[in-house]
């Protein structure tokens, strides 16, 4: 439940796969028999703060799909623009987080 939710939010935001402790590759995270998985994540973008506000409005939605290859594109549905524009004005330096998985937590206990 939890760390499936962590692991979308890592790999939605642009993380490498090896910080999720649940693949080495984004091509992990493809079904097997299938070409491609999506994720995506809906940044909330309201107040003083907001990223052009006037062109995406009170939500930023970001869609990553992940090819079995182990590549990765996105876009921002609905609207073109730099998500590392975004990733910059929200703060979101993705692969500085450190996620405590049970795995980790419980090896130090």
Given at each position: ?109
């Amino acid at each position: 439940g939890k760390s499936a939710i962590l692991t979308a939010l890592i790999v939605g935001l642009g993380g490498k796969a090896t910080m999720t402790n649940r693949g080495v590759s984004l091509k992990d995270f493809v079904k097997t028999g299938e070409s491609t998985a999506d994720v995506t994540v809906k940044l909330r973008n309201r107040g003083v703060d907001a990223y052009k506000k006037d062109l995406y409005g009170d939500y930023i939605t970001v869609e990553q799909r992940i090819s079995s290859d182990g590549s990765r594109s996105y876009k921002l549905k609905n609207k073109s623009g730099d998500f590392s524009q975004i990733q910059i004005s929200f703060c979101i330096i993705v692969n500085l987080l450190i996620p405590l998985t049970h795995g980790f937590a419980n090896t130090k206990s």
